[in-house]
């Protein structure tokens, strides 16, 4: 299988399960969403997009993933077959927030 191949579901694999365990472990206060997962070139690092809502609770919901990074890699150790999994790294994804804000001034 080539490399591009493997890592591709890779990046499918841990942004799906990445999801499910937001979903299971956060407080419901905000709705996390992790929109998409990008391997670093040697594939021993991962970088996690997410999306908050609503915007307010973005800090508070990033401090929160923040501190469960360490579990998320021990869940995602048990549920992706890989050699190993790559460490972890959140950035909050605006791209959503943007395309709000520009569809907002196009209907104005």
Known sequence: MPIRD??????????????????REGNRQALITVTHTVLTKRGNGATLFISVFPENKEKA??????????EL???????????????????????????DHINALLKE
């Open 73 to 99: 890699r021990r869940v995602l150790r048990e549920k992706i077959r890989s050699r190993a999994i790559p460490s972890l790294r959140v950035i909050p994804d605006h791209g959503e927030q943007q395309r």
């Open 6 to 23: 493997h890592n591709e579901k890779l990046e499918n694999a841990i942004t799906r399960e990445a999801a499910m365990f937001f979903e």
């Open 61 to 70: 919901a990033l401090d929160f993933v923040n501190r469960n990074l360490g």
